[in-house]
């Protein structure tokens, strides 16, 4: 098993602020286990007992609404921690993180957590500053949906799809969610959503093969979201 000090999740998140001694001791508690595709890492209403370091692949982070249905707020990858505000907060988790893509996560007690952060300040700043950030993101996030039109919202997915996960060398996308969870990020219906895409790929912005998109204009995708070029 990687040791803790050699894991990607270090480069990207607040575990760069363990010492090697800690980092040691985190290594020898935590468990390594595989999530396939549709899995839940944990659901909406879950008591988490520990965060879930992200090795490989990327999940979706869901909120289920009041109609019913799921909206996803936004996809985590690989380098990122997962739980963190539900166990510093001591509170049930609010959203559900499910894999679009196979992947390989790591779970740390939150025994282990809470005694890194009551005795590291380093650490307990990185990960206050890592909530803020989530929620000063989630603010920016809810004051952009709100004031863009369904077909801007589903440039900027197709936009962030890009930006998590990059594009092969014919310009599909490499993680390819089905039309019902790209409507989720949207916020739309998926009848809707499946009439937008294909008004995108009338006017060359993308293709469509089967269940693929190919990106084929990412400044115009960049224009109709609003997004600076």
Do not use: W
Request: glycine share 6%; net charge positive; hydrophobic share 40%.
């Amino acid at each position: 098993m990687e040791r803790c000090e050699q894991c990607i999740v270090r480069e990207f998140s607040s575990v760069k602020a363990l010492n090697k001694e800690e980092l040691i001791k985190m290594s020898e508690t935590k468990t390594a286990f595989n999530i396939k595709k549709g899995e839940a890492i944990f659901n909406e209403g879950d008591v988490i007992n520990g965060v879930y370091c992200v090795k490989e692949g990327t999940c979706k982070i869901v909120k289920l609404g009041s109609n019913g249905k799921d909206s996803v707020l936004k996809l985590v990858n690989k380098g990122k921690i997962l739980g963190q505000h539900a166990v510093i907060s001591e509170e049930k988790s609010s959203l559900s993180a499910i894999a679009v893509e196979d992947m390989k996560v790591c779970f740390i007690p939150k025994t282990e957590i809470m005694n890194f952060f009551n005795q590291n300040n380093k650490f307990s700043l990185e990960i206050t500053k890592e909530i803020c950030c989530e929620l000063k993101n989630a603010n920016e996030a809810a004051t952009s949906f709100s004031n863009k039109s369904v077909k801007e919202r589903l440039a900027s997915a197709l936009l962030h799809l890009h930006n998590i996960s990059g594009i092969t060398a014919e310009g599909e996308l490499k993680i390819q969610l089905s039309r019902e969870e790209i409507a989720g990020m949207v916020g739309t219906a998926t009848e809707s959503c499946i009439r937008l895409l294909a008004d995108l790929k009338k006017s060359n912005h993308i293709d469509l093969v089967g269940k693929k998109i190919i990106l084929k204009d990412i400044k115009g995708l960049q224009r109709i979201s609003n997004s600076e070029l």
